[in-house]
């Protein structure tokens, strides 16, 4: 059975950082993309970033130049790594991994909260 687990949440300062971690275990064929994702409340799951298996990156715009995304494919784990954080980033954050197969695994979640 297929396990994801997020880490790294908790409550931080606006300006601060946060580096958020999501390993999964079980047996997963063929890892393609692997991606975060928030949901604040009262409003929709929105992607924050995803990285390919060939290392391309995509991020949402609200997020480009203070957030990174990043991958260990020995681990099966991705990162996200989240620098001047910002009220308006608090929310619920959720790993998903995609397979070439089609294949979907989200995790729980992981809050993050930002004080002004």
């Known amino acids: 059975q297929v396990q994801l687990v997020e880490s790294g949440g908790g409550l931080v300062q606006a300006g601060g950082s946060l580096r958020l971690s999501c390993a999964a275990s079980?047996?997963?064929?063929?890892?393609?993309?692997m991606g975060w994702y928030r949901q604040a409340p009262g409003k929709q799951r929105e992607l924050v970033a995803v990285?390919?298996?060939?290392?391309?990156?995509n991020y949402a715009d609200s997020v480009k130049g203070r957030f990174t995304i990043s991958r260990d494919n020995a681990k099966n784990t991705v990162y996200l790594l989240m620098n001047s954080l910002k009220p308006e980033d608090t929310a619920a954050y959720y790993c998903k991994i995609s397979t070439s197969v089609g294949m979907e695994y989200w995790g729980k979640g992981t809050l993050v909260t930002v004080s002004s």
């Open positions: 079980g047996t997963i064929f063929s890892i393609n993309a």
């Open positions: 990285i390919t298996s060939r290392d391309r990156t």
